[in-house]
Each structure stands twice: as structure tokens, then as C-alpha cells.
């Protein structure tokens, strides 16, 4: 939304007082609005949900091992392709450092109806990154390696297999909760029923709906994404991220899933490796509503 759209907001919730405080704090998003299509006819290399991946010619299709799920054999299986991303359509909405060409794709493990979790029990995951050569605004895009629309593989569940989406791109704004309730909370004062109060007008009117996003805060539901990456850092080979700055690459809404328990997913990146289009140790984390 617009910062008029939220300022009338927030006013015809009762916070007026409060819009010079929030409007600091309020961050550029990008949401990426699934358009049903018929037919998978959009052009290689072009931002889409679902349908069949566009990947390097002779690049095997991302799959995760199984060893550490109980009860099922020691076996690998392909991911599920969620979306790409065409850099090109995202730069000129995007505030972070970002890549001017070249395309990124997203990955995610399901197994059963349910998302595929690692040790940490977090979500199986995986972001590719091509690169490329096209300035902003052309449509045939040179990438540095040739692009093949990628059949799906044998072994992926046919409920696995996302249909086709073109995605609508647009400049959003928004702000945290921990932000938002902080600035309604000094100039109002705490109480529970003030409290609540915050936390429905912030999952009513802030958190995007039917849509994924890109940057800004990640959308809470029980966890504070940013803080989960410094523990999962902290406990894990990469203790040097602890005190990295997490930046929410994508927020991907599992709605559309079917799955058990279907929330979000976060795909969060330290900002210095999204400025170098170092796409290795993206983090992936799932909350969902209780």
C-alpha cells in the first residue's frame, strides 16, 4: 500500500497521534500477486510462480536428502520449484542492494504434505542464482549460462508440482510489529487490551494478503524471523554470522500449498552477501499461526 493508503490507515484505527512516529519507521516491501494462467507461455528467463523451472542446460534439478527424516529411507528427492524471479522486473522497486540482471530461483523440500526440516528443524531449502547481462526493461535477457525450461523430474509428487503464475510486481510499505506496537505503546501506554488491540490491527491491516514480498520486516506470527537466524547462526558452523544484518530476501505464502500447517516461508540473506549476489547461505525458516 501507499503511505497515504496507511496513514488513513492507521488514523481510522485510532493511532492518529501516532502516524509522524510510525512513518519513520515504515520500510519499502515489493509484493508478488500469483495471476492464474492456463498455460506455462511465459518467455525463458522470466519472473513466474510455479509451473516448470527455467535452470542452467545440464544443471540437475535441486533434491534434498532424506537420511535425517524419521522413518523414511535413506533417499534423495527433488525439491519443489516455488518461484523465479527475473532481477531485471525487481531492481527498480528495490531499496536493498539488489542484482541489476540475471535470475533467482526458489526452492523448497515437502515431504508428505509437510515441509522437509533439517536438524535445526528448520525448512529444507535452496535459492540458485544465475547471472546476467541484460540492462532494465529489455525482455529477451542474455544470462550467463544458457536457460532450458526444466521438464519435472521423476519423483516429485504431482501435488508438488506448482501450477503456472505470472506475477503482478508492486511497491508496497510497511512496518514491524515490534516497531508498531513500541511507537502505539509510548504514546498510549501498555495494558493487555491495548496490546491486543495492536497485534489484530497489525495481522488485519499491515501483514500483505494473498501475496508474497519481498524485503521489509518479515510478517510474525509466533517468531521473530531476524532473531531465529542469529541463534540458528550462533549454534551452527556459521557463528561468525551472530551479529550479521538479516534481510528478508522473500516471504513466500504457503496458502495455496495445501499443506498441514501451511504459514509462511522466510527466505532471509545477510545484507553484505545480497550486496555481493552471494546467494549460498540463504537461511530458511517457517512460522505459521497456532
Known amino acids: 500500500m501507499t503511505r497515504q493508503e496507511l496513514r488513513r490507515i492507521v488514523e481510522e484505527n485510532g493511532f492518529k497521534a501516532c502516524w509522524p512516529e510510525i512513518e519513520i519507521w515504515l520500510q519499502r516491501e515489493i509484493l508478488l500477486s500469483p495471476i492464474e494462467s492456463k498455460f506455462d507461455d511465459?518467455?525463458?528467463?522470466?519472473?513466474?510462480?510455479?509451473?516448470?523451472p527455467d535452470l542452467p542446460l545440464g544443471l540437475a534439478w535441486p533434491k534434498y536428502n532424506r537420511s535425517n527424516i524419521s522413518g523414511l529411507r535413506n533417499t534423495s528427492k527433488p525439491m519443489t520449484f516455488l518461484l523465479q524471479l527475473r532481477c531485471g522486473?525487481?531492481?527498480?522497486?528495490?531499496s536493498e542492494p539488489f542484482p541489476d540482471h540475471g535470475l533467482?530461483?526458489?526452492?523448497?523440500?515437502?515431504?508428505?504434505?509437510?515441509?522437509?526440516?533439517?536438524?535445526?528443524?528448520?525448512?529444507?531449502?535452496?535459492?540458485?542464482?544465475v547471472s546476467g547481462s541484460t540492462p532494465i526493461g529489455v525482455d529477451n535477457a542474455v544470462f550467463s549460462e544458457p536457460l532450458v525450461r526444466?521438464?519435472?523430474?521423476?519423483?516429485?509428487?504431482?501435488?508438488?508440482?506448482?501450477?503456472?503464475?505470472?506475477?503482478?510486481i508492486e511497491l508496497s510499505h510497511g512496518i514491524g510489529f515490534e516497531s508498531l506496537n513500541e511507537v502505539i505503546e509510548r504514546h498510549f501506554g501498555y495494558s493487555p487490551e491495548r496490546s491486543e488491540q495492536v497485534w489484530d490491527f497489525y495481522n488485519r491491516e499491515i501483514i500483505p494478503a494473498d501475496c508474497h514480498k519481498m524485503f521489509g520486516s518479515p510478517s510474525m506470527f509466533e517468531l521473530d524471523i531476524a532473531?531465529?537466524?542469529r541463534?540458528?547462526?550462533?549454534?551452527?558452523?556459521?557463528?561468525?554470522?551472530?551479529?550479521?544484518?538479516?534481510?528478508?530476501?522473500l516471504e513466500y505464502d504457503l496458502a495455496d500449498l495445501s499443506m498441514?500447517?501451511?504459514g509462511r516461508l522466510y527466505f532471509m540473506i545477510r545484507r553484505d552477501d545480497l550486496a555481493t549476489c552471494d546467494f549460498d547461505d540463504v537461511y530458511v525458516l517457517h512460522d505459521a499461526p497456532h
Open 150 to 168: 526444466t521438464p519435472f523430474p521423476r519423483g516429485l509428487y504431482f501435488g508438488n508440482r506448482l501450477p503456472p503464475c505470472s506475477l503482478k
Open 260 to 262: 498441514e500447517n501451511s
Open 104 to 129: 533467482l530461483s526458489f526452492f523448497v523440500a515437502i515431504e508428505q504434505n509437510m515441509l522437509a526440516r533439517d536438524a535445526n528443524d528448520c525448512p529444507i531449502g535452496c535459492v540458485l542464482y
Open 89 to 94: 522486473d525487481i531492481k527498480p522497486f528495490a
Open 227 to 229: 532473531e531465529e537466524c
Open 231 to 249: 541463534l540458528l547462526a550462533k549454534q551452527s558452523k556459521h557463528n561468525s554470522f551472530e551479529n550479521a544484518d538479516w534481510q528478508l530476501l
Open 42 to 52: 511465459l518467455s525463458t528467463g522470466g519472473t513466474k510462480q510455479g509451473g516448470e
